[in-house]
């Protein structure tokens, strides 16, 4: 079997996979790290936007009912205000994306999984503010520099595969915590959702039809970003026959 089929058929399984398990009884919890991932995504993509902004990103905290929020250094205006908003539910499913079409090939896995690992063992060490954030973080980096090392070639292309499909998947479902007028963290409530800052910095009302049409927005763009990625791999598998 050429790499291409094997690219293509194990990105197929870990869609297939992804899906079955958000909806088996105690799929929940097996996929517990990787919501745990998904949440660092986020919250790494709203830092990512605070110093793009010039706001200034000081740390991230993640619990662990996999809430997570992310601190700036001062207060953002409402330019960016509205693209650290727009930041997490975009830049999350961007994550997913680039960790599939990164991986076409065993070694290309290889290295993919291990750049992962690095990303995740620096942001545990100076990204995190939170001791169970800080040792939940360092456990995927170790997970995911092992499975750099150790998994065969075949398994690494479906372990990377199904961390990126699980990062678009998360991307799309979590779309619906937007329509909560209040942001959770931790138990506790901290201000208001994302979707909820997006309608008030772009469309200055934070009424129900500004909130859902930012929903919908980053909805279809999670769609949008599975869809060319699985488009790139699917060409790329034209190009090898």
């Not at 690219?7 to 919501?35: D, H, I, M, Q």
């Not at 063992?121 to 995927?140: C, E, R, V």
Request: net charge neutral; proline share 3%; with cysteine.
């Amino acid at each position: 079997m050429s790499e291409d089929k094997t690219e293509v058929r194990t990105l197929a399984l870990a869609l297939l996979a992804s899906l079955l398990l958000w909806n088996l009884p105690f799929g929940g919890v097996l996929l517990y790290p990787f919501k745990l991932l998904a949440t660092w995504a986020h919250e790494m993509s709203h830092g990512l936007a605070m110093l793009v902004t010039n706001t200034g990103f000081d740390h991230v905290m993640l619990y662990r009912d996999t809430s997570g929020i992310a601190h700036g250094n001062a207060a953002a205006g409402p330019v960016a205000s509205a693209l650290i908003a727009a930041a997490g539910y975009m830049g999350t499913p961007v994550w997913g994306a680039l960790l599939l079409v990164a991986t076409p090939t065993a070694e290309a896995a290889r290295r993919a999984l291990a750049i992962v690992a690095g990303l995740l063992a620096i942001s545990a060490l100076f990204a995190i503010g939170n001791g169970f954030g800080q040792w939940a973080i360092g456990a995927i980096a170790a997970a995911f520099a092992a499975a750099a090392i150790a998994v065969p070639a075949r398994a690494r292309i479906l372990v990377a595969h199904f961390v990126a499909a699980q990062a678009c998947v998360d991307a799309v479902l979590d779309v619906r915590v937007l329509l909560r007028p209040i942001q959770v963290v931790d138990g506790i409530t901290v201000g208001a959702s994302d979707a909820t800052n997006m309608a008030g910095a772009t469309f200055g009302t934070t009424d129900s039809w500004a909130v859902w049409f930012w929903a919908l927005a980053w909805l279809a763009w999670s769609l949008a970003v599975l869809f060319v990625a699985l488009r790139v791999t699917a060409r790329r598998q034209l190009r090898g026959q």
